[in-house]
């Protein structure tokens, strides 16, 4: 088998996102895009003789990439890869296989809740020997590699058989094909009360139904709900995972996951639903007739934490991202431990869970975790919610309403504008960051502004800073907007006003929060000019 050195040139746009480099399927097809940015990590890291993971949400072009991958890891003298049988890994999945094994890192291939298919999105990404994501230092210097790369290596060889366990040689580079579920199964067994969640699941009086939305979670719903805890055959649908998600979004929200929703806020409705995203790290939580927010959900996970084995001795702390509802930060007031405040993205939890700051953490975004892995987890969310409902027998919404009425209220919500016109959405920050220093003091209506800035983030375990990362503006009730330009999204810009305001008084709590919230709605729209930057009358998503 002989290795070749192909000649390349830049591509000056391979700059990795709030999760990894994200481009349309078309992008990555064209010659040497991939191989570029897999050379790149090869030549910033030093894999030689290290151990690899590889594995995607087994989207369109997964199956490709991961051969183009394990040929340029031979010809790099990778000493070993772990691959996902059919070369599919759910993120959390891929996290716990690089901590099981205690690999040097792995290559994740996923574009999470972005839409698949020959016409969709593709996406990779670096994580490192903790699990998790790569740092911003890491990502920076794969980045300013792609800047200079003239060539990459790749072995001359066939493809390899991935679709069953197995092992191989790929010139010197041993080649492992794993089942990923049995070690993710293992992993969840050491931290829910499989056999309560059973026996609610089997009682005969509960029922819930889970929507893979087609894409990677399938296998491993099956697996967990329908196989090892009982629930009847059909409890798990658009459980077959495939490579365009049968044409949907395969992202975990009121909008996208209609199916779960039209079962869950129908008639005889079951207790209990949920949804995941492409890649299984995000989930969504329904009980009958009642949506749980994702920032509700990290606050009833920590007031309830005591309830799960695998959290029954207390919390280091918990963190959230800077848009995050404060939920979370009355509860871990109440419990007396730290609550950090991060930039988007899961990245930035990392260095709080290996210091052990941290044990849960959570995401408006509808992601949720903790530190048994270092990626947001879907599934372990589902089993978390379950372990407290078999514990507590009450219901979803039972459960929330006496949250709220021992926390208060914090309602919430996320506007999106997807594709808009990058320039003018650019130009719009650049106008509120102007803003800023003159909007303290000033009064809208019944609000008046608290504070106003541009957040930035210094890490507490290793002091690096992040700036620019979210426009926020607080009002001295404690309610706030902030704004923010996706780094998922791959086709124009994708403006998220998040809002968010607090009630104490129970005899509000039922308030449509679209109601509650417009004052912050209108205020959002005088101080940014939404309508006018975007060209558009209202947000695309609402969640
Ligand atoms: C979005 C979410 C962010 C999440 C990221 C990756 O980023 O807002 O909270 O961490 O997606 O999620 P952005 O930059 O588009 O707002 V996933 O499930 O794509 O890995
Ligand atoms: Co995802």
């Avoid at 593709?122 to 003239?150: C, L, S």
């Avoid at 260095?351 to 052990?356: H, P």
């Avoid at 509120?432 to 809208?444: A, D, E, Y």
Wanted: overall charge negative; some cysteine; aromatic content about 10%.
């Amino acid at each position: 088998m002989n290795i070749k050195t192909i000649s390349t040139t830049p591509f000056n746009d391979q700059k990795p996102g709030t999760s990894g480099l994200r481009k349309s399927v078309k992008v990555f097809q064209s010659p040497h895009y991939l191989e570029n940015f897999v050379q790149s990590i090869f030549d910033t890291l030093q894999c030689e003789n290290k151990t690899l993971v590889v594995g995607g949400d087994g989207r369109y072009y997964n199956r490709q990439a991961i051969q183009t991958i394990l040929k340029m890891a031979a010809a790099n003298g990778v000493g070993r890869m772990l691959v996902g049988q059919g070369g599919i890994l759910s993120t959390p999945a891929a996290s716990c296989v690089i901590r099981e094994n205690q690999a040097f890192g792995g290559i994740v291939l996923s574009a999470s809740h972005n839409p698949g298919g020959p016409d969709g999105d593709f996406g990779i990404k670096y994580n490192v020997t903790n699990g998790g994501p790569a740092p911003e230092k890491i990502t920076d210097a794969i980045y300013d590699r792609t800047k200079t790369i003239d060539s990459y290596k790749i072995l001359e060889a066939a493809d390899l058989d991935l679709d069953r366990p197995g092992s191989f040689k790929l010139a010197m580079m041993d080649v492992e094909v794993i089942d990923p579920v049995v070690p993710y199964i293992k992993l969840m067994e050491s931290l829910f009360d499989f056999d309560r969640i059973k026996d609610l699941l089997t009682s005969g009086k509960f029922r819930m139904c889970m929507d893979s939305l087609h894409a990677v979670t399938g296998s491993y719903a099956h697996a967990i709900f329908e196989q090892r805890l009982g629930a009847p055959a059909g409890t798990v649908q658009n459980g077959i995972p495939l490579e365009d998600f049968g044409g949907g979004h395969p992202d975990p929200n009121l909008v996208y996951a209609h199916d779960l929703v039209e079962v869950l806020y129908g008639e005889n409705a079951p207790d209990f639903g949920a949804a995941s995203d492409g890649d299984g790290d995000r989930n969504m939580i329904l009980g009958r007739h009642f949506f749980v927010t994702p920032s509700d959900s990290l606050a009833v996970l920590t007031a309830n934490a005591h309830l799960v084995p695998g959290y029954k001795d207390g919390l280091a702390g918990v963190a959230r991202s800077m848009p995050t509802s404060a939920a979370c930060d009355r509860v871990a007031e109440k419990l007396g431990i730290d609550c950090y405040e991060t930039p988007t993205g899961w990245k930035f939890f990392g260095n709080l869970l290996d210091a052990n700051k941290a044990t849960l953490c959570g995401e408006e975004s509808f992601g949720t975790g903790s530190n048994h892995v270092r990626e947001k987890d879907g599934l372990w969310a589902v089993l978390f919610w379950l372990n407290i409902l078999a514990v507590r027998g009450e219901s979803v919404e039972q459960i929330v309403r006496t949250h709220w009425q021992t926390y208060g209220r914090n309602f919430y919500s996320r506007h999106d504008y997807e594709e808009v016109d990058a320039a003018r959405a650019n130009e719009m920050v650049e106008r509120l960051r102007s803003l800023l220093p003159n909007l303290k003091g000033q009064q809208f209506g019944n609000y008046q502004v608290a504070y106003s800035d541009d957040f930035s983030y210094t890490d507490p375990v290793d002091g690096s800073v992040s700036q620019k990362q979210g426009i926020r503006i607080g009002f001295t009730d404690g309610s706030r907007i902030v704004f923010r330009l996706s780094g998922t999204g791959t086709k124009g810009a994708t403006l998220r006003l998040y809002l968010e305001s607090y009630e104490p008084d129970a005899s509000k709590h039922d308030r449509d929060t679209q109601e509650a919230l417009a004052p912050l709605i209108a205020i959002g729209e005088e101080i940014a000019q939404i309508r006018k930057f975007t060209d558009r009358e209202a947000p695309t998503v609402i969640t």
